[in-house]
């Protein structure tokens, strides 16, 4: 098998290790985007505001504790 063959094989395992690896993390980023755009919906006034601030806060904690567990 020529090397450049062998080369596009190792290329495309490493790939589908990333895509496997960084699941997770887009499922997080597909969900944390659907949250914040329900969250933009409802901000009528500054209590609501001041309660969708502190969900968003709680999210931001997931996401610092996901990319630590990634590294």
Same mark, same amino acid.
């Given at each position: 098998?020529?090397?450049?063959?062998?080369?596009?094989?190792?290329?495309?395992?490493?790939?589908?290790?990333?895509?496997?690896?960084?699941?997770?993390?887009?499922?997080?980023?597909?969900?944390?985007?659907? #949250?914040?755009?329900?969250?933009?919906? #409802?901000?009528?006034?500054?209590?609501?505001? /001041?309660?969708?601030?502190?969900?968003?806060?709680?999210?931001?904690?997931? /996401?610092?504790?996901?990319? #630590?567990?990634?590294?």
């Amino acid at each position: 098998m020529p090397v450049f063959a062998l080369h596009f094989q190792n290329l495309q395992s490493q790939m589908t290790e990333f895509e496997a690896s960084a699941e997770p993390l887009q499922d997080w980023l597909n969900s944390t985007e659907s #949250r914040v755009q329900e969250s933009s919906a #409802r901000l009528h006034d500054l209590p609501t505001k /001041k309660h969708e601030l502190s969900k968003l806060q709680v999210f931001h904690s997931q /996401k610092s504790f996901l990319t #630590r567990s990634l590294e």
